[in-house]
T-cell receptor, first 112, second 116 residues
Framework: AQSVTQLDSQVPVFEEAPVELRCNYS??????LFWYVQYPNQGLQLLLK??????LVKGINGFEAEFNKSQTSFHLRKPSVHISDTAEYFC??????????FGTGTRLQVFP | DGGITQSPKYLFRKEGQNVTLSCEQN?????MYWYRQDPGQGLRLIYY???????QKGDIAEGYSVSREKKESFPLTVTSAQKNPTAFYLC???????????????FGQGTRLTVV
């Protein structure tokens, strides 16, 4: 069975600072990996995804993530955050045959 | 424009009443999902369906029911048996995993249900 662990429930950071949101997964097979963002009272929007190929994946809004198979991680990074990045971020995993499994989310709070 | 639509955005229900949340998609996706979101608990899967007239229970199906009579529609009924129904409900759809296609899920804007 697959599972996803987001190690930080909240990450406070000042504007223009770099940020990393951590995600670890467990699966016995190869997986697809996703990061979604959720703004208050809205649905989830896809930030980026890893399906295969290059382990460094670039997404929208300047975010990127690196797939590390040996460490079973898919951490999300941004070199310089903006106030508008304040939101909830979800990591998700799916193998080739099963449904998406989500982590519990990380709330990114950007302060001026 | 293709997308997934949930309605209503806000819903109030009296205790003891059943209520149905709507979810429609025009993305030609076979798979559809219902999630419940509570603060600090992330997304928990209620039900999912990968084909018309078939659906499976997720992790927290008790007190909920669904139907999948059409590919485009996957309504969720919150029954009076659900002890704590106040939550934010999210519907999603995707291609079916295992068909060699992108399994990215697309989400609706959610329905906030409040029991009064």
């Amino acid at each position: 069975a697959q599972s996803v662990t987001q190690l930080d429930s909240q990450v406070p950071v000042f504007e223009e600072a770099p940020v990393e949101l951590r995600c670890n997964y467990s699966s016995s097979v190869s997986v697809y990996l996703f990061w979604y963002v959720q703004y208050p009272n809205q649905g989830l929007q896809l930030l980026l995804k890893y399906l295969s190929g290059s382990t460094l994946v670039k997404g929208i809004n300047g975010f990127e993530a690196e797939f590390n198979k040996s460490q079973t991680s898919f951490h999300l990074r941004k070199p310089s955050v903006h106030i508008s990045d304040t939101a909830e971020y979800f990591c998700a995993v799916s193998d080739y045959t099963d449904k998406l499994i989500f982590g519990t989310g990380t709330r990114l709070q950007v302060f001026p | 424009d293709g997308g997934i639509t949930q309605s209503p955005k806000y819903l109030f229900r009296k205790e003891g009443q059943n209520v149905t949340l709507s979810c429609e998609q025009n993305l030609n996706h076979d798979a559809m999902y219902w999630y419940r979101q509570d603060p600090g608990q992330g997304l928990r899967l209620i039900y999912y369906s990968q084909i018309v007239n078939d659906f499976q229970k997720g992790d927290i199906a008790e007190g909920y029911s669904v139907s999948r009579e059409k590919k485009e529609s996957f309504p969720l009924t919150v029954t009076s048996a659900q002890k704590n129904p106040t939550a934010f409900y999210l519907c999603a759809s995707s291609f079916v995993p295992g068909q060699g296609m992108n399994t990215e899920a697309f989400f609706g804007q959610g329905t906030r249900l409040t029991v009064v």
